[in-house]
């Protein structure tokens, strides 16, 4: 059983202000990510990270920004929320060669 | 580039066997997963194949693969009323990052 969290699971916020979306695992893994999900869509790489220190850009454009200063947390950040950015955020983790683990999914609503 | 392919939808009756297939175009895929995604919920690991293996059962899950199509199949024998969700299929292309590529999910309904 994977170990991995992320609050909050639901948000409806008002256009224009900044969130931040928690993620923390407590399995001590290297690497984590960050998919994006729309209903009933595909789900995308947007943010990645190979350690402590280290964040990268996926595969999809976004402009959400994340950070890792410890190992088991990797929060993501709106600065201005906007409809277009109303989605599911799903976190996961991985060590190295071995299977990703998701979170349950942060699901957010710009209004 | 890569590129995961799934059927969009599968309906079947309760205790039938469900049979959700994906493509894939990454002939240098390592391992190849089946994540199920129930309705307001995350992605649940539900099982994943090495790609030098050309099969895997486990418990009611049998995952085929035929490395030569390209192809991953995902049966569920006696399908239950709660297998009802979303069915991803994904690859990893393993490396430094061991990002995952998902299909399009197929949606599986099973009927009473």
């Known amino acids: 059983e994977a170990d991995i969290y992320q609050t909050p699971r639901y948000l409806v916020i008002g256009t224009g202000k900044k969130i931040t979306l928690e993620c923390s695992q407590t399995?001590?893994?290297?690497?984590m990510y960050w998919y994006q999900q729309d209903p009933g869509m595909e789900l995308h790489l947007i943010h990645y990270?190979?350690?402590?220190?280290?964040?990268e850009k996926g595969d999809l454009s976004s402009e959400s920004t994340v950070s890792r200063i410890r190992t088991e947390h990797f929060p993501l950040t709106l600065e201005s929320a906007r409809p277009s950015h109303t989605s599911q955020y799903l976190c996961?983790?991985?060590?190295?060669?071995?299977?990703?683990?998701f979170g349950e999914g942060s699901w957010l609503t710009v209004v | 580039g890569e590129d995961v392919e799934q059927s969009l939808f599968l309906s079947v009756r309760e205790g039938d066997s469900s049979v959700i297939n994906c493509t894939y175009t990454?002939?240098?895929?390592?391992?190849l997963y089946w994540y199920k995604q129930e309705p307001g919920a995350g992605l649940q690991l539900l099982t994943y194949?090495?790609?030098?293996?050309d099969m895997k059962q486990d418990q009611r899950l049998t995952v085929l693969l035929n490395k030569k199509d390209k192809h991953l199949s995902l049966r569920i024998a006696d399908t239950q009323t709660g297998d009802s969700a979303i069915y991803f299929c994904?690859?990893?292309?393993?490396?430094?990052?061991?990002?995952?590529?998902f299909g399009t999910g197929t949606l599986l309904a099973v009927q009473p």
């Open positions: 194949i090495f790609s030098n293996m």
């Open positions: 399995m001590g893994h290297d690497k």
């Open positions: 990270s190979y350690g402590v220190n280290s964040t």
């Open positions: 990454d002939s240098s895929s390592t391992y």
């Open positions: 994904a690859e990893t292309l393993g490396g430094a990052t061991n990002k995952l590529i």
């Open positions: 996961a983790s991985s060590e190295a060669g071995n299977t990703i683990y």
